[in-house]
């Protein structure tokens, strides 16, 4: 038996390659799964979970049947924040915090999407804290759908654009921080996602960290067994070059 972990697919009407590729996983690579764990971005964006569009709605049908053959957790990424309960119960997932503690084949495992770990980041940061209060959600759930989308195509660009002038370090995640979370929840292996820099990092005091990768050109899986650990590459057609 095995878990699987898997982030940052950035799903979108736009890049159905995606969506294709992410359908043949769930498909053909869940036998002898316990669960699955999606920690954040499966979406592009999410501006509410009463505008979700035809492609989102027809992801949900397809995870709410793989739901029936194992547990799908989901922890809210950057671009997905705002994805609800109503959503998370059309797909059949489970929504877990944004950070949080399991026991895996007896090793303390931590889970998160892993951007509150990049503190070098010190604007983003603000940002982060800013859209995580709970009125300035309830606000912007109020605008009118358009509204929210106008706001969402500007933040993403906004983003862009900034990460282009910032250093290869400030946008990776902080190793104090890394620390910092690993000793507060006991934890011997980390997983998130995020950074799109897949790896199997070796920390001090036989700790592990595991970053997933991105879904841009390829999928990107932890597989992870009673005995084994693997970041597997799962190739797919009509990638963007």
């Known amino acids: 038996m095995r878990t699987l972990f898997i982030a940052d697919l950035h799903l979108s009407a736009d890049r159905p390659d995606i969506t294709q590729a992410f359908y ?23 501006v509410g979970d009463d505008i979700a569009e035809p492609f989102a709605i027809a992801l949900a049908a397809k995870l709410k049947h793989v739901s029936t053959r194992l547990p799908v957790y989901f922890i809210h990424g950057n671009r997905d924040f705002l994805l609800g309960k109503h959503f998370a119960a059309s797909a059949g997932m489970i929504l877990l915090p944004e950070v949080h503690r399991l026991s895996l084949y007896g090793k303390a495992v931590v889970i998160l999407h892993g951007d509150s770990l990049c503190t070098l980041d010190r604007a983003y940061q603000r940002f982060r804290k800013f859209r995580s209060l709970s009125w300035v959600r309830w606000l912007y759930c109020q605008l009118p759908r358009q509204t929210r989308q106008g706001i969402a195509d500007k933040l993403r660009n906004k983003s862009k654009q900034s990460n282009q002038n910032k250093s ?49 050109q390829q999928g990107s899986v932890l597989s992870i067994t009673p005995d084994s650990v693997s970041l597997d590459v799962l190739p797919f057609d009509g990638a963007c070059p």
């Not at 769930?26 to 979406?43: S, V």
């Not at 921080?177 to 036989?206: C, F, K, W, Y």
């Open 24 to 46: 043949r996983f769930l498909d053909t690579q869940l036998d002898n799964t316990q669960a699955l764990y999606i920690l954040g971005d499966l979406f592009e964006v999410w």
């Open 168 to 216: 290869y370090s400030i946008m990776d995640v902080a190793p104090e921080s890394v620390d910092e979370l690993m000793q507060q929840t006991g934890a011997e292996l980390m997983i998130h996602g995020h950074t799109h820099r897949p790896a199997i990092h070796e920390l001090a005091h036989d700790r592990r960290r595991l970053v997933v990768g991105d879904w841009y």
